[in-house]
């Protein structure tokens, strides 16, 4: 692998209004939220390029799922911005900024059990080309859509499983079927939130190839949070490790493993 850049926030000069930071796909600048005088996200800035798989890692409570809130949209921030393709996107609902071209998974499944797997895919599919939900309606009416459904499973490995229904999924398909439902959408920038959760050691190696062919085949930008060490070292090309809600390092993987600070920090703490 080509060694990556230096972290952004690390370079000299070049601060979020330069041209060159605002060619960033995502970026955050001070991201904030407090919950009275406590703050959960403290003052995070990243940015993820084109291309590229950072990986997001911390200890339980340092604010990752938080700032993937943040994020996304789900919570309001106390203070910062969140910058996606250069506009700013920090005051849009969740919907809009999916529509801009930013997905996101969750930690817990969540699909249709009872619809097959390629109906959830269908479905998706529709409510982003702004076609009728109505269920009562012949999917294989739209072609489409339907074509574009079979596309996503296929890109998951799940293409011999779309007449199953999905509540019949082992954890680790639901999680394949969660990525196919997100590409639906056609992002350019995901964001996945510990995908390897609830997973299968057995699964979890054919998982990681999935998620890597996001990037590597599509020029899709991942952010990514995960507990397994060894598939963040493995997938990205840098690692943000937030400690008490702060950035406290953004570098290569191999510099972060190698970081003082980070290894203080985590003296007896689990990465």
């Known amino acids: ?5 230096p972290a952004p926030h690390q370079r000299p000069g070049r601060g979020l209004g330069s041209p060159e930071a605002t060619a960033a796909v995502l970026a955050t600048d001070t991201l904030t939220w407090r919950i009275g005088e406590v703050a959960i996200v ?3 800035s990243l940015q993820l390029h084109a291309g590229e798989f950072l990986g997001v890692i911390g200890p339980n409570g340092a604010g990752k799922t938080s700032l993937f809130n943040l994020i996304s949209g789900l919570r309001a921030v106390t203070a910062g911005r969140v910058l996606l393709h250069g506009a ?5 609902a969740p919907h809009r900024r999916a529509q801009r ?4 998974t969750f930690q817990s499944s969540s699909v249709f059990g009872s619809l097959s797997v390629r109906e959830n895919v269908r479905l998706a599919v529709q409510a982003h080309r702004g076609g009728s939900m109505a269920l009562w309606r012949r999917a294989a009416a739209y072609r489409e859509v339907a074509s574009r459904a079979d596309e996503c499973l296929a890109t998951v490995g799940l293409g011999a499983r779309g007449d199953a229904l999905a509540g019949t999924l082992a954890h680790g398909e639901k999680r394949k079927l969660e990525i196919a439902l997100l590409l639906a959408g056609e992002p350019s920038v995901l964001l996945l939130d510990e995908p390897m959760a609830g997973v299968s050691a057995e699964d979890v190696p ?3 190839e999935v998620i ?3 990037t590597a085949h599509s020029g899709r930008s991942v952010l990514m949070v995960e507990h397994h060490m060894d598939v963040i070292l493995d997938l990205a090309d840098r690692i943000a490790v937030m400690h008490h809600g702060a950035l406290l390092a953004c570098d290569t993987p191999d510099a972060v493993m190698a970081n003082a600070t980070v290894q203080e920090a985590y003296l007896g ?3």
Request: net charge negative; no cysteine.
């Open 88 to 92: 700013d996107i920090t005051t849009l």
């Open 1 to 5: 692998m080509t060694e990556a850049p």
């Open 206 to 208: 054919e998982l990681v």
């Open 212 to 214: 890597r062919d996001l």
């Open 42 to 44: 403290d003052g995070v």
């Open 269 to 271: 703490e689990g990465l």
């Open 101 to 104: 071209g930013l997905g996101r």
